[in-house]
């Protein structure tokens, strides 16, 4: 019998299952390349005798480790370490390893994608559910645009976006504190096919990226398709350590850094302002570009103030991204970005390149509905609703009622981060939830690499109050009864939406 | 004075003026690397002293090499080839180099950018003007939408694309003799879209794409931002050369290559079945994806059957693409892509990392009225209205008024692609005919490299059959005229649209 079984500590009176310990143990082994790639583990019944566990337990943490594809089952000959532990996020990223990459992060998208019927209590979504939707006044605007502008709601759109709607968008902005024009101003079929321009105008392959840890995994997906170097950097509880980052920007030389310095996504965690200036010096010091995803500045319920980046943005490095998907309605598919003059032509380029323009009906269409006083309106009702909502999670994880989870309650946006017990995997626990359901986020989907399996994030845009309440007690108590957490199914079903 | 001056063949009895001369002689000296980067042309008055011309001429003949960035002026000290003639086509495109030309193809894109006013006689878009839309049946369709769905047409869509809509598309692609299901369906926000999303999901940096020459800047663009090495293979009257095809495939093993088998973009061209089959048992035996961009298939006017390259895909190597832009309405910004399942999932992640989904509202739209049977009596309309403009441009080219310029007469599409006089600039004259409010596509717009000056794309999608009468006549007149030709100005405009 190897050596290395017999480090495992595995004890029965710990309150997690033995087979959740066997599981994290050899997962420890492997990341500590004390197990490598292509070494066999033990068979089942030799493995539980030495344990002095059931054989069950032992074929339940294997099958977890298969479902990481950390270890393979080969038929009649045993399970196999899988996991070429090299630590690639370091490295450039070419040929076969990038195409693994490419393909790791295809499962990861494709898993993100989950069934949602009308019942579902759906703490998955950060995008306001259809109810909230402002359907008849944008109805209204559209029709206001199709009776007077006829077909040409319908031809080319400038690249850059309806000359109308540019000047809208730098006024808006201008409500956040950014002192910008419209000739800075483009149009985006959303805040994802920002990062993607972005990526291409900015980024060649092989040039670093430094993100957050943890991050939204549509950015990192969109840097790694460009061929990106991408390195992640832990979040504290006022946004990333400024020594530590100086310390890897000098060492890894990024060309982007990708922030989003409010209620960030998924932890929900803010920036301070003078972590927001130390960046925008760092910035120039080391002739680095920034990419601010502003995702939810607009919900600042608990704190007086919020920053932008590109507020502070005195040397002109900040390229600014709006998503309208969760404060307005994703369906739409309409952002718009703020570019500094001297990439605004390259990434005007960019956007030709990918799809030439967006929408013109919908751009004139969202023209309209600002000029008709719309917007604010809207989103003075959507920031009441939420506000609900969000004190009503609060309160459920400040009772007695959630001792089992820990989570740092944020002072504003959709997203509550949360710490499952050691050993609770929240993809298992998914499932689980799944079968009442009820949906989340798990964790994992917004690591780089080396996930942590306890931690899942529950969002509060597309759930009622009474949902909420519903959901979150169910949820509680699966998590305190953490028996049959296994399951290597694939999630699958017709009508998916990914979650965001 | 430098021994090559003598070597220009300068004759002021020969028809084009003498400046396109001095210009041509140099340009060709350049190309045949017996000029250098770096190499000092003689002063104004010496070279015009050799060969005894008047100063202006040869200014005019700098000006022109300045204008296509061949030679640059240095103040006081006089003027230098600035091109390095080292055909990178064939090398790998990184870092600077690459950046060069991504710089070059943004100056074409925007270039490509025009104004255009209601007056303006349009033979430079390829797409149909707003009075050939069915805006009040799309209205119609977008109402019912609204109507029934409500919030739900606002939200996120499937990333493949709504459902019914792929169905849609699979029936519709059956009419054109394809047989696939809606499981290889995906939607795309209109064919550039559909290019860029192959050229992520196929490409790594430093791999071959073999294209047509002349072909579409939009997919070369999407191809050079993804890294890729690009080639171009002249079109003779039916197709590429299959001996040269297989000849470069060999020596050049693409892994994408991206063809126009009808009626192509800009040339107008077509293949004989022959030769479709033929590139088809080459895809297998050489391993390489076939990207069909299938430009207007349904606008075949004078020939009896049109055959597409995916009807013919035997073996699952192609990737077909239809935009909906020429046949539709442009600024609907939809399309799809028949994409062979072992491929299909990478796309879809692809069309994730992109822009996640396309407007849900106005895919739900398009299969409203597809439902309701107005896509074939628009399609209808259409193609009886085109044909009339086909037929007044073919009738003009083939009398005795056109005999400056010649042109292969395609057997339908929207594209007739023109011959000036040897030495008459398309970009000259096209500052010329802009003055008379009549714009139409350079030539050189369409060329990977060594662009050939003397082409012009002339469109029939959005000119009326009396401005095609006057539009025509004018140009050629001004072609007989030609004098005045240099303009080194670029053009610019407010509102602008992209020649497509």
């Not at 994290?24 to 066999?40: A, F, M, P, T, V």
């Not at 323009?357 to 919908?362: A, D, E, I």
């Not at 959901?471 to 296994?486: C, Q, W, Y």
Request: with cysteine.
């Amino acid at each position: 019998m190897d050596h290395w079984v017999h480090q495992m500590n595995i004890d029965s009176n710990k309150t997690s299952h033995l087979y959740i310990q066997i599981y994290c143990g050899i997962k420890q082994l492997i990341s500590n390349k004390k197990l490598k790639h292509g070494d066999r583990l033990p068979a089942v019944r030799k493995m539980a005798g030495v344990l002095n566990v059931n054989t069950v337990t032992v074929v339940k943490a294997y099958e977890l480790l298969e479902r990481d594809e950390l270890v393979i089952k080969k038929r009649g000959s045993g399970t196999y370490v899988n996991f070429e532990n090299n630590d690639i996020m370091g490295n450039v990223l070419v040929n076969e390893e990038w195409e693994k990459i490419q393909l790791k992060q295809l499962n990861q998208m494709t898993e993100r994608n989950i069934s949602i019927t009308e019942e579902t209590i759906n703490f998955a979504s950060a995008n306001p559910s259809p109810d909230l939707f402002p359907v008849d006044d944008f109805k209204e605007a559209l029709l206001e645009v199709l009776d007077r502008d006829k077909g040409f709601a319908f031809s080319y759109q400038d690249s850059r976006g309806y000359a109308p709607l540019r000047q809208r968008m730098a006024d808006l902005a201008k409500c956040n504190g950014i002192s910008t024009t419209s000739e800075e101003i483009q149009i985006i079929s959303g805040a994802q096919q920002g990062i993607d321009l972005v990526a291409k105008g900015i980024l060649q392959p092989g040039d670093t990226v430094l993100i957050e840890r943890p991050s939204y995994s549509g950015a990192i997906a969109a840097f790694y398709s460009r061929g990106s170097r991408v390195k992640d950097i832990e979040l504290t509880s006022d946004g990333i350590d400024i020594d530590l980052f100086e310390k890897t920007v000098k060492e890894l030389r990024p060309k982007l850094v990708y922030l989003m310095p409010n209620f960030q996504n998924p932890t929900g965690i803010s920036y301070t302002l003078e972590k927001l200036k130390a960046i925008i010096e760092l910035s120039e010091k080391y002739d680095f570009t920034i990419l601010e995803d502003d995702y939810v500045n607009e919900f600042a319920f608990d704190s007086s103030s919020v920053n932008t980046l590109k507020s502070l943005d005195r040397y002109q490095r900040v390229i600014y991204i709006k998503s309208f998907s969760k404060i307005f309605m994703p369906g739409l598919r309409l952002g718009y970005m703020i570019v500094p003059s001297k990439v605004y032509s390259t990434l005007v380029m960019a956007k030709q390149a990918t799809d030439i323009s967006t929408s013109g009906l919908l751009q004139r269409a969202l023209e309209r509905y600002f000029h008709h006083g719309k917007w604010d309106r809207n989103m003075k009702k959507l920031t009441n609703e939420y506000y609900k909502r969000f004190c009503a999670i609060k309160s459920i994880l400040e009772s007695d009622l959630s001792k089992e989870i820990t989570c740092r309650i944020p002072s504003g946006g959709l997203n509550f981060w949360i710490e499952l017990p050691k050993g609770v995997d929240a993809s298992l626990l998914y499932s689980k939830v799944a079968n009442k359901n009820i949906v989340f986020a798990p964790g994992r989907l917004f690591y780089l690499n080396k996930p942590v399996y306890e931690r899942l994030r529950i969002s509060i845009a597309a759930v009622s109050l009474n949902q909420i309440e519903i959901g979150m007690t169910e949820m509680i108590r699966l998590i305190r009864s953490t028996d049959k957490l296994i399951n290597t199914e694939k999630w699958s079903g017709e009508d998916k939406e990914p979650i965001l």
